[in-house]
């Protein structure tokens, strides 16, 4: 087995290696290279720090890296580990940081961050062993968008309208948690022309927000003002949201558990809630 890295891949081969390690998986995923490709832009993959391990020169296993700032400090965010079927049992997920570990230290990153299905013990004891410890606990929902469950208020007084440039400060003045790092501003900002945003407008002002990526039907963020919830406005932008893609299902990833309003807003709507995830952090 040999390492390298993943700059030479195509967002085909990259498609194909990724598929072929999550077709089992216990949450299996496929991907089209479109949707890859907007992972890749919307997570600020570096793939010349992106380490492959290879069978014979066939890419085998990988680990997406992704470089940026979190909590002030210069991070390395793992966006994807996958192995093969045929080349698990061998310690490759700890080879391959192993490997690219130097190469991100030179590049100054402090430490490094990722999330893992919080069912998934196997790949949770690897990252333990390896220093990464859990920070948050996120719940993840996904569902078809004709099932979901609506009260019959609607906000009164109230109007929504697109925009193409996020207010972040106001924004986040809303917040009742903080999004995980492919859903945060960062990543709004890499992939402002694949996304949707609507603002919700009462007197005169901005008073809530949701954020949609129309291809995948992901709700990258939504909140509205606190003096202005519990009138419907919430309901109302997840509405305008669904409406912008045409895939016929929803999801929303990575709510922290601590945000409890916004917990029980998707629950309200029947959203059905797939495995759990813990963020992990390992310190350099």
């Known amino acids: 087995m040999t390492f390298a890295f993943a ?17 089992n998986y216990i949450m299996p995923l496929s991907l089209t290279p479109e949707v890859m490709a907007l992972k890749l832009r919307r997570d600020g993959t570096n793939l010349s720090l992106s380490p492959l391990a290879l069978d014979q020169k066939e890419p085998v296993g990988f680990i997406f890296q992704n470089l940026g700032e979190w909590e002030g400090k210069k991070t390395a965010y793992n966006s994807g ?16 940081y192993e490997f690219c570990l130097p190469y991100l230290k030179e ?28 920070i948050r606990s996120f719940h993840v929902f996904r569902h078809n968008k004709a099932d979901l469950a609506w009260h019959g208020h609607s906000p009164a007084d109230v109007t929504f309208q697109k925009v193409y440039v996020p207010d972040w400060p106001l924004y986040q003045s809303f917040w009742e948690v903080e999004p995980s790092w492919h859903l945060h501003t960062a990543a709004i900002d890499r992939t402002s022309s694949d996304v949707q945003i609507v603002e919700a ?48 299902i929803v999801s929303v990833i990575n709510v922290d558990a ?11 709507r029947k959203m059905a809630e797939l495995l759990g995830q813990y963020e992990m952090l390992w310190p350099l």
């Open 107 to 134: 590049y100054g990153v402090e430490q490094c961050l990722l999330e893992v299905i919080q069912e998934n013990k196997r790949a949770f004891g690897i990252y333990q062993g390896l220093g990464f410890e859990v």
């Open 201 to 248: 407008h009462a007197q005169g002002k901005c008073v809530g927000y949701g954020i949609i990526y129309p291809l995948t039907g992901a709700i990258a963020q939504l909140a509205v003002a606190p003096a202005w919830r519990e009138k419907g406005i919430g309901q109302a932008l997840l509405q305008q949201l669904v409406s912008l893609t045409p895939s016929s």
């Open 258 to 268: 601590k945000g409890e309003r916004l917990l029980r807003f998707f629950k309200k």
């Open 81 to 96: 580990t996958g192995v093969v079927t045929k080349a698990r049992g061998q310690g490759l997920t700890p080879k391959m």
């Open 7 to 23: 700059q030479n891949q195509t967002v085909d081969q990259l498609t194909s290696l990724f598929n072929a390690a999550f077709s």
